[in-house]
C-alpha cells in the first residue's frame, strides 16, 4: 500500500522567511500526491497536486511543491511566509482509489 | 453551489447513544467518503462509497455504519456511542477521475462522554 511519512509536527517560521514542510512517500507505482491545508474549525482545501506532468508543481497562495523520485520526497514550500499561512499542512497519496493522508504540520508565523 | 454540507457542527453524546451525521454534495461526485481526525494522526478513512447502492469499509471502520441510496447524500451512523470516538468527522467528495481533488465538508465535532 502507498504512503506518505511528513517530517515534523510543527514548524514556525519568521515572516518573511521560507517555509519548508516535509513529505515522504513510498510506493510500489508512479504516484499521485497532493498537499491540503487546514484553516481553524475549517475542513480541507487543495493547495496542489502532483500527476506526473511536471516535477514542480505550483499551487494556490505561492506554495509549490518538488516531487523527487530519487529521494521519494514531495517537500512545499513558499520562499516568504505570510501570516495567513498559519495552519495546518498534510500531504496525501493516492492508495488505489482512496487518499491515504500524512500526520499533518502544524506551521506557526511569527511576526 | 454549497459544495459538501456537513451537519451537525458540534455533537455531544453520552455512551451508548446513537446518532447519524449527515453529508450531502451538490457537485454529482460520484465517490464520497468519511475521515476521522484526531490529533497527531492526520485523517483517516472510516468508509467510502463510488456510487449510489455501493460502499466499503476505509481503514477504520469499527463501530461505524454508512448507506448511500442517493448520489447527494452519505451519511455516517454511530450505532452505540464510545469515547473512543470522540473525534472531528469530515465528508469528502470527488470527481470520477481517482486523481481529483477532493472536496471536504467544514466537519462535525463529537465528543462522547
Known amino acids: 500500500a502507498q504512503s506518505v511519512t511528513q517530517l515534523g509536527s510543527h514548524v514556525s517560521v519568521s515572516e518573511g522567511a521560507l517555509v519548508l514542510l516535509r513529505c515522504n512517500y513510498s510506493s510500489s507505482v508512479p504516484p499521485y500526491l497532493f498537499w491540503y491545508v487546514q484553516y481553524p474549525n475549517q475542513g480541507l482545501q487543495l493547495l496542489l497536486k502532483y500527476t506526473s506532468a511536471a516535477t514542480l508543481v505550483k499551487g494556490i497562495n505561492g506554495f509549490e511543491a518538488e516531487f523527487k523520485k530519487s529521494e521519494t520526497s514531495f517537500h512545499l514550500t513558499k520562499p516568504s511566509a505570510h501570516m495567513s499561512d498559519a495552519a495546518e499542512y498534510f500531504c496525501?497519496?493516492?492508495?488505489?482509489?482512496?487518499?491515504?493522508f500524512g500526520a499533518g504540520t502544524t506551521v506557526t508565523v511569527r511576526a | 453551489n454549497a459544495g459538501v454540507t456537513q451537519t451537525p457542527k458540534f455533537q455531544v453524546l453520552k455512551t451508548g447513544q446513537s446518532m447519524t451525521l449527515q453529508c450531502a454534495q451538490d457537485?454529482?461526485?460520484?465517490?464520497m467518503s468519511w475521515y476521522r481526525q484526531d490529533p497527531g494522526m492526520g485523517l483517516r478513512l472510516i468508509h467510502y462509497s463510488v456510487g449510489a447502492g455501493i460502499t466499503d469499509q476505509g481503514e477504520v471502520p469499527n463501530g461505524y455504519n454508512v448507506s448511500r441510496s442517493t448520489t447527494e447524500d452519505f451519511p455516517l451512523r454511530l450505532l452505540s456511542a464510545a469515547p473512543s470516538q470522540t473525534s472531528v468527522y469530515f465528508c469528502a467528495s470527488r470527481g470520477q477521475a481517482n486523481n481529483s481533488p477532493l472536496h471536504f465538508g467544514n466537519g462535525t465535532r463529537l465528543t462522547v462522554t
Open positions: 496525501a497519496i493516492l492508495n488505489d482509489y482512496k487518499l491515504s
Open positions: 457537485m454529482n461526485h460520484e465517490y
